[in-house]
């Protein structure tokens, strides 16, 4: 099960990078254009970096989930959240090819 959970973690650490890219240049394009556009962008990135960010802190950091993540969730449970972690990376890989294209 250690394979599920690191490749979560990886995920998620690579949203939170990929994220901090989007919304540093989403906030930039806001304050340059000002369009209700723009702005829920920037917005979706800030939300989806909180998620993210929190998803690796209860993996990493939290004494009790980080500890009960690591021994007694089930292999089906952590095959599925790697899963939607993965999807979301290749979901924000492909924006930032388009955003920064």
């Known amino acids: 099960m250690s394979i599920w959970i690191d490749i979560a973690r990886l995920s998620a650490a690579i949203n939170v990078?990929?994220?901090l890219g989007l919304g540093y240049v989403w906030v930039r394009n806001y304050l340059q254009f000002r369009s209700k556009h723009t702005l829920g962008?920037?917005?979706?990135?800030?939300?989806?970096?909180?998620e993210n960010a929190l998803a690796l802190y209860y993996y990493l950091v939290d004494p009790t989930l980080s500890a009960w993540f690591a021994t007694e969730v089930p292999a089906i449970?952590?095959?599925?959240?790697?899963?939607?972690?993965?999807l979301e990376t290749l979901a924000l890989l492909f924006l930032v090819w388009v955003t920064w294209d």
């Open 77 to 86: 449970a952590w095959r599925a959240m790697m899963f939607l972690h993965v």
């Open 41 to 50: 962008l920037a917005v979706f990135a800030v939300l989806l970096l909180a």
């Open 17 to 19: 990078i990929l994220l």
